[in-house]
């Protein structure tokens, strides 16, 4: 399973390829451009590196908390002056519940700071 639950065909889609090209990539029968590359992990929201199975924190875990894992990470870069309560988030990442897409967290940290009495 992809981290973002994309899925062959829909992946491809999304990516601006055909799904034989996309069962080369998988197939190590052909080299993705950068630029696809670029595509790949602005979709899957992962680090290149994930895909290439380089980041042996992620190896071990489920799809899932990847998601949340990264999605985090990548919403966490967007807000670096709320450092505090993006470290708060890390401990709901193995969560069932835990937001596995940037749009998720987002949403997610709108409602923790309404609940919490603070100005957006």
Do not use: C
């Not at 979709?43 to 994930?50: D, I, M, P, Q, S």
């Not at 290439?52 to 999605?71: C, G, M, N, W």
């Not at 993006?86 to 700071?113: D, Q, S």
């Amino acid at each position: 399973m992809k981290p973002s639950g994309l899925q062959g065909p829909d992946l491809a889609k999304q990516v601006g390829i055909n799904k034989t090209t996309l069962s080369f990539y998988e197939n190590d029968k052909r080299e993705p451009d950068f630029s696809v590359l670029k595509a790949f992990t602005a979709k899957l929201e992962v680090r290149a590196g994930y895909l290439f199975d380089e980041i042996p924190e992620l190896l071990e875990k489920p799809a899932r908390i990847v998601a949340a894992s990264e999605a985090l990470r990548l919403f966490a870069e967007s807000l670096p002056t709320e450092r505090k309560a993006i470290a708060a988030y890390e401990r709901l990442i193995e969560l069932t519940e835990a937001p596995t897409t940037v749009a998720g967290w987002k949403a997610f940290h709108k409602l923790h700071r309404r609940a919490s009495g603070k100005a957006e």
